[in-house]
């Protein structure tokens, strides 16, 4: 079965840090992947997006993801974090299906 | 444009009672899913319609879970007999089609079930 793992559960970083959060998923054949963010209060919103091509993918606000298709692995990366982006933040793959399958999700905390 | 909505926002219900959460998808969006989003659960895939094919009933947990999508418009996830596993948020989501995924799926504010 297709799954999704995100070993960072809760990260605080202080602004202007760098942001890795780790994303892997199970599934041998062609995946669409994502990362949505979800904002205290708010709805899930999608943050970037992968089908094909150019596997280092651009987001809204900054952020970027890298698909390594040999590492099964769509790590989500801001050079330099800042207090608005303290939310959640949830990778999803979707493999054959049109369902999104997603991981546990990451808490985000960005102190001043 | 509006979004998806979702009522009522926040459910609270004894156990054993039957609960009906509604979703109103984007205008003109053919697609529509159901998740869970449970306590360090992440989002779980319910249900989701396509058009007038037949939903795909996968993910509902037990036989007392169900959908309906009327005139290929606004969707109804019932709870039979609610436990209190069942707690938890409901997000409805839609996109423009399911074809292989790649369509972005919008997501509503949830509804937020507590059964007591």
């Known amino acids: 079965a297709q799954s999704v793992s995100q070993h960072n559960h809760h990260v605080i970083l202080s602004e202007a840090a760098s942001l890795e959060l780790g994303c892997n998923y199970s599934y041998g054949g062609t995946v669409n992947l994502f990362w949505y963010v979800q904002y205290p209060g708010q709805h899930l919103q999608l943050l970037l997006k992968?089908?094909?091509?150019?596997?280092l993918v651009k987001g809204i606000k900054g952020f970027e993801a890298e698909f390594i298709k040999s590492k099964f692995s769509f790590n989500l990366r801001k050079p330099s974090v800042q207090w608005s982006d303290t939310a959640e933040y949830f990778c999803?793959?979707?493999?054959?299906?049109?369902?999104?399958?997603f991981g546990t999700g990451t808490r985000l905390q960005v102190f001043p | 444009g509006a979004g998806v909505s979702q009522s009522p926002s926040n459910k609270v219900t004894e156990k054993g009672k039957d609960v009906e959460l509604r979703c109103d998808p984007i205008s003109g969006h053919t697609a529509l899913y159901w998740y869970r989003q449970s306590l360090g659960q992440g989002l779980e895939f319910l249900i989701y319609f396509q058009g007038n094919s037949a939903p795909d009933k996968s993910g509902l947990p037990s036989d007392r879970f169900s959908a309906e999508r009327t005139g290929g418009s606004v969707s109804t996830l019932t709870i039979q007999r609610t436990q209190q596993e069942d707690s938890a948020v409901y997000l409805c989501?839609?996109?423009?089609?399911?074809?292989?995924?790649?369509?972005?799926?919008?997501f509503g504010p949830g509804t937020r079930l507590t059964v007591t």
């Open positions: 989501a839609s996109s423009t089609q399911a074809s292989g995924g790649i369509y972005e799926q919008y």
């Open positions: 992968y089908f094909s091509g150019d596997p």
């Open positions: 999803a793959v979707n493999a054959g299906t049109d369902k999104l399958i």
